[in-house]
């Protein structure tokens, strides 16, 4: 995930914009109808969602200016985006990244938000934050248009955020919230999922805006072959890739893969095996390791060598090796917090994965056998 870039632009001021903030929670879906309702009546909402649908029009107008496809409005991406946005707010942090155990927490990465709206999994493919003092304006209208204009503006002059505006995506949502005069935004992007292009009904004169929830309607679906074998070896090379602190170990990556291999077999996030099953290779970690190595890494005591697990289905339909490689981390960083690893930095590490595929379904098992 890419470092944010704090941008601090102090040029104009927020006018006439009420002080008073909106009540801002975060929700997931289930909530996305009332908060629409809510920006019908409140005159802070009104802006941030008006805000969100002008951006939307001035992003694909800047993409097609630069030869790239317009993106699809997500509602569900609009309100991860408001989710995140409302952390920063009630943390006065600019970051990709929320911490646990702080106020609107509802995930430590985009992936992570994006299925708190959802319970879906997540198909995210890039982030941009920022906050600045914009919104001038005498009406609702003239307002949102300000802040929208700005905001792109900003992004704009930032190269990474730039190209992430640019970049290969599907749909997006952008979500702003005010606070004493202050814009925050986030913009989440995605590479599959639903959207719709939709066009902001402004009214010409300062009435109460109406913006309509857009209905998602999903995609037709095409036939779609993944060589297993391959995606095995993608995968695989993702997580090395991803996790570019720690070396390569060779005889941790044999002791992971026979340890995938045997959770394929059973069917079960384990980190033990039984004597005389399909696949068997140890019983425990430490016979796994001193096996994979010919008894070279002899444990001397339990905290010189770490193991995860994790299982993820995926319908192939939405199989993408960016996508996985997200839920796979989110759900080892689980398994190593149940095991008291998370205080815990590697030195080197093994990845082994196993991909199979039942009728439409992908199952990946991924075990990360760690030495610290």
Known sequence: MKTAVRVFVVLLFLGNINKAQANNKVADAGGLKQIIQQSERDSILQIERLAALYFHEMLNAYRKDSGQPALGWSDTLWLASRNHTIWMVDNNELSHSEKPDTKSFTGKNPGDRETYVTKRMSFWSGENCLYNYSGNGKTIQEKAKHIALYSINQWKKSPGHNRNMLRNHAIHGVAFVIKNGVVWATDLFARHGTGKIVVADVPKDDAPVRVEPQQEKP???????????????????????ADRDVKRKKSLEKAASAHAAYMASVNKLTHEQQKGKRAYYGETLKQRVNKASAGGALLKGEDRFGEAAAIVEVDIQ??????????????????????GLTEKSA?????????????????????SVERY
């Open 219 to 241: 995609q037709s679906k095409k036939k779609v072959n993944v060589n297993t074998r391959a995606a095995k070896l993608d995968i695989a090379q993702a997580l090395y890739t």
């Open 318 to 339: 939405d199989y993408s090796v960016e996508a996985v490689i997200q839920t796979i981390q989110t759900q080892l960083e689980k398994d190593r917090a149940k095991r």
């Open 347 to 367: 030195e080197q590490v093994g990845y082994g994965v196993e991909v199979k595929r039942k009728k439409n379904v992908l199952l990946i098992y991924v075990v």
